[in-house]
């Protein structure tokens, strides 16, 4: 495993440098009035774009910001494109050279940084901001938070969210706390006469039972570390409610009897099939549309799913609390949740030609995009008052979240939010190895304890 990650590493690194090199004979902007095809099309031949040779904004000239950003599902599409039309009024002078964000927790970005390619805007997960303070390649935010009323906006259960460690904001984020959630298909489980699963007894059950009608019990998209790190998370918080982040924190260790019981379980199931036989070279948009399309009885996911999941399911979606190892855990976990909130958001390249208006801009997107996902996307959980309302009704399942967070006693965190980069890598690959079946427990446990000493 460490031997195939250290070879991803090395292609990412060609990768990316390829990109970079193709990136002049690109477009150079990205406009929402074409069409999403055309706009993604641009965005995946270029890596960046060149600086403006006009480094004011006072003048009236255009000004072309480069962003690297996610754009490849309706839940960071519909924000981006939102904020870029609100841009056009607010900042008549500026154009945005959209980047989209590559699937691979952030090794391109560290890449283009490496070789002094970072994009004027980017989007940086509290590892990236940690790594990128070190060697001064991200703007310290504090005055313009400030100046723009930023921090003013900020609900009080989401202050922490802005400030990285040494007391500094580096980003500005848009999503407040969130959640890992189990989504499940109802009409397959009514179809096949199961309840929804309480106990690992149950779902081992389940996966029987899917498994013999062809159904895959849970489509995971474990290309994506963070997916299986989410996994084990799920499992970890079972047995003790800090999961990894009281790894991260070194408040626990791996061979804690917890971790150690949550990595056998999690064998346990791996061995019989609740994931796909593929699961670690399955990439986002395949695990989705396996559950989408009933292929799979269940997925696992952030809450920010549940307007996609409603859309195509309809009444047949919900999500489910994690199943625990009896009753009495079951019913015990209700209150403790994967997820959290980080320090993560809209970041700016401090050697940007345009710097003080990049921050501006990335402050202003950063507020679009809590707009939207309120208004567009039923997602009450962002980072700022927006004053907005949604257009419509929230889904059964975001109402169902709402009404149980006054219950919930802890979050954990998502591998973005992780402070420390060594447990962050560890965890992403070694539960990649636990998922695919090519790792027991003990030798997980292990190759932990190994990265963290």
């Not at 283009?112 to 989007?123: C, E, N, R, W």
Request: with cysteine.
């Amino acid at each position: 495993m460490k031997k195939r990650l250290l070879s991803s590493l090395v292609c990412l690194t060609v990768a990316a440098t390829s990109l970079i090199g193709c990136g002049n004979a690109a477009a150079t902007t990205t406009d929402t009035a074409v069409s999403t095809e055309t706009k993604t099309e641009a965005a995946d031949t270029t890596a960046t774009e060149t600086k403006a040779e006009d480094t004011t904004a006072t003048s009236g000239e255009k000004v072309t910001l480069s962003i690297y950003t996610q754009y490849a599902d309706d839940d960071t599409k519909v924000p981006y494109d939102y904020a870029v039309e609100q841009l056009k009024e607010a900042y008549p002078n500026v154009e945005l050279n959209l980047i989209v964000q590559a699937q691979d927790d952030g090794q391109t970005l560290k890449t283009l940084a490496a070789t002094g390619q970072l994009p004027d805007i980017y989007q940086a997960s509290t590892d990236l901001i940690n790594t990128f303070r070190e060697s001064n390649q991200i703007m310290v935010l504090n005055d313009v938070a400030e100046s723009t009323g930023f921090l003013d906006k900020l609900y009080d259960a989401n202050k922490d969210l802005a400030y990285a460690e040494d007391g500094n904001i580096y980003a500005f984020p848009f999503s407040g706390q969130e959640y890992v959630l189990w989504y499940y298909n109802k009409a397959l489980f009514a179809e096949n006469n199961l309840e929804v699963p309480q106990t690992y007894d149950d779902l081992l059950n389940c996966i029987e039972v899917f498994k013999s009608k062809g159904i895959t019990p849970l489509a995971l998209f474990g290309q994506e570390g963070w997916n299986t790190a989410a996994a084990f998370d799920v499992v970890a918080t079972r047995y003790t409610a800090g999961g990894i982040k009281a790894l991260d924190e070194g408040t626990a260790k791996i061979t804690d009897e917890a971790y150690v019981n949550a990595a056998k379980k999690l064998e346990e199931l791996v061995a019989a099939g609740l994931f796909q036989e593929d699961a670690t070279t399955t990439n986002y948009d395949q695990a989705s549309e396996k559950f989408l399309s009933g292929e799979a009885a269940m997925f696992i996911n952030g809450q920010w799913y549940i307007e996609d999941a409603t859309k195509a399911l309809g009444d047949n979606v919900d999500w489910m609390f994690y199943p625990a190892q009896d009753a009495a855990a079951y019913t015990a976990g209700k209150a403790a949740f994967s997820g959290g909130g980080s320090a993560s958001g809209f970041a700016v390249n401090p050697d940007s030609a345009n710097a003080e208006l990049a921050a501006e801009v990335a402050e202003f997107i950063t507020e679009k995009y809590c707009e939207a996902k309120v208004m567009y996307r039923h997602n009450p959980l962002v980072a700022l008052n927006t004053g907005k309302e949604p257009d419509s009704e929230y889904p059964a399942m975001m109402k169902k979240l709402s009404d149980t967070l006054p219950s919930v006693t802890s979050t954990t965190k998502f591998t973005w939010g992780l402070t420390n980069s060594t447990f962050n890598d560890g965890i992403q690959s070694e539960s990649q190895g636990l998922v695919s079946g090519q790792f027991t427990a003990d030798e997980f446990i292990a190759d932990m304890e190994d990265i963290m000493e």
